[in-house]
């Protein structure tokens, strides 16, 4: 599978935004879902938001009408906005063709940093 590159993260203060950037090919963008991870310190990777081939979105709870994954130009974005501590992570993006289809490597990832 192609590799994905993420950026886009930094340091905000609660309440701030962020947009992180995963860069793909739009041939792969046309046939693969794209999904965003994070990690916490100490914590398991959990899911964060995926697109699919057919533009459908999904949500982890925990981010749903804060965060909106987007694509274009071949680059999948998630835009993060109302930023708050518990978002501090570091996030990685992958993609899969599909339900039951296995990801792919996992890269570097971007910090998001949110604290006072």
């Known amino acids: 599978q192609v590799q994905l590159v993420e950026s886009g993260g930094g340091s905000v203060q609660p309440g701030g935004s962020l947009r992180l950037s995963c860069a793909a090919s739009?041939?792969?963008?046309?046939?693969?879902?794209v999904a965003w991870f994070r990690r916490a310190p100490g914590k398991e990777r959990e899911f964060v938001a995926n697109?699919?081939?057919?533009?459908t979105t999904n949500y982890a709870d925990s981010v749903k009408g804060r965060f909106t994954i987007s694509r274009g130009n071949a680059m999948v974005y998630l835009q993060m906005n109302s930023l708050q501590p518990e978002d501090t992570a570091v996030y990685y993006c992958?993609?899969?063709?599909?339900?039951?289809?296995?990801?792919?490597?996992w890269g570097q990832g971007t910090q998001v940093t949110v604290s006072s």
């Open positions: 992958n993609a899969r063709r599909g339900a039951g289809y296995p990801f792919g490597p």
């Open positions: 739009g041939i792969f963008l046309s046939i693969n879902t």
């Open positions: 697109i699919t081939t057919f533009g």
